[in-house]
């Protein structure tokens, strides 16, 4: 079946402005996750969605970043006021249920450029 | 802190030659243990976890609480192992992965 699917793959943007970023998950995951990875580094956790709700936002650096997930599906991960430090590839992962023993499905990712 | 480090940013090594790539982990408790591998133009997938005990593609792993290191070892490199290597930990029961910067693993004819 469809693996976890990410759009757009690349996105450019000027300092200041605002973007989106989605993620289809796998059919049936209940869990979806979103991390960030920049360059030389590992994905590092933002955010987790169980259902429709963030059960843990704990990850995202300020208050200009924020997702949403209205119908237990389809996430997006906004960012407002982008700045350059922002500029990285951001990852989507799903699993069956929150539970480290539920493998992470990892999407291809949307590299974000921030010029 | 809760930490995963990979001291190794790029290993070579050639055709049939052994393979170990290190993972050292910090953790206040008995965290689950992952690796990651990423190939070329692919996305980011489970290679395996330290609780199934099992080798996939050749590759084992093995959890040492005393020396806090998973290490990832395969006896006999073949090319199509070249990729990115990620060693990932997660509190037991939950979800929240940290990961480490990452191992390239270059097999040379």
């Known amino acids: 079946g469809a693996g976890v699917s990410q759009t757009p793959s690349n996105k450019v943007t000027e300092k200041g402005k605002y973007v989106e970023l989605r993620c289809d998950p796998i059919?049936?995951?209940?869990?979806l996750y979103w991390y960030r990875q920049s360059l030389g580094q590992g994905p590092e956790f933002l955010i987790y969605f169980q259902g429709t709700g963030a059960a843990d936002d704990s990850g995202l650096p300020n208050d200009r970043f924020f997702a949403v997930r209205p119908e237990g599906s389809v996430s997006t991960l906004k960012i407002q006021r982008t700045e350059r430090g922002d500029s990285a590839v951001y990852l989507c992962a799903s699993s069956l249920q929150a539970v480290s023993t539920d493998t992470q499905y990892f999407g291809p990712g949307t590299r974000l450029t921030v010029l | 802190a809760q930490r995963v480090t990979q001291p190794e940013k790029l290993l070579s090594v050639f055709k049939g030659a052994p393979v170990e790539l290190k993972c050292n982990y910090s953790y206040s408790g008995s965290p689950e243990l992952f690796w990651y591998v990423q190939y070329s133009r692919q996305r980011l997938q489970l290679l395996l976890r330290?609780?199934s005990r099992e080798s996939i593609k050749g590759f084992t792993a093995d959890l040492n609480k005393g020396e806090t290191s998973f290490h990832l070892k395969k006896p006999f490199a073949q090319e199509e192992d070249s990729a990115m290597y990620y060693c990932a930990l997660s509190g037991p029961g939950t979800y929240k992965y940290i990961f480490g910067t990452g191992t390239r693993l270059k097999v040379l004819a």
């Open positions: 059919s049936g995951h209940t869990a």
């Open positions: 330290h609780i």
